[in-house]
């Protein structure tokens, strides 16, 4: 599928968030689940945890090794329990060098639900709709 190649081919998603109408933008790695869903973590004394609690409305933007583009629009959940960073820790092992387990107070995980995706290929042009 066009969707999970790109963010497997890019390694790093840029994640968009708003703060007081200003975009801050950061590299992040994401899973993605078998629902389409991506997963990432921070750490609960990050920025970005409080700036996802207050406007959970975000924008992931990957390129891939062969220049495809894609931008997910999407929402921002940071309240998963053990349950679901499980599921992180087993999609990403590595996220285990930053936390212990899923138990970990420090440990946010960060799901995104895509409300919209679009893409777009090597070169110029516009973006093109993927049905989710």
Not at 15 to 28: I, K, S, W
Not at 85 to 93: D, G, W
Not at 110 to 127: H, L, Q, S
Request: aromatic share 8%; net charge positive; with cysteine.
């Amino acid at each position: 599928m066009l969707f999970r190649s790109i963010i497997e081919g890019a390694g790093y998603g840029m994640l968009a968030t708003d703060v007081g109408g200003q975009p801050r933008v950061r590299p992040m790695a994401f899973a993605v689940t078998d629902g389409l869903r991506l997963l990432s973590s921070t750490y609960r004394r990050s920025g970005k945890a409080g700036e996802l609690a207050a406007n959970p409305r975000v924008e992931v933007c990957f390129v891939d090794t062969r220049a495809h583009q894609l931008r997910i629009e999407g929402r921002a959940n940071i309240g998963g329990g053990p349950a679901q960073k499980r599921e992180l820790l087993a999609l990403n092992p590595g996220v285990r060098r930053h936390f212990k387990d899923e138990f970990d107070p420090e440990f946010v995980l960060i799901e995104i639900v895509p409300v919209r995706a679009r893409w777009m290929p090597p070169g110029f042009g516009e973006y093109r709709e993927i049905p989710l």
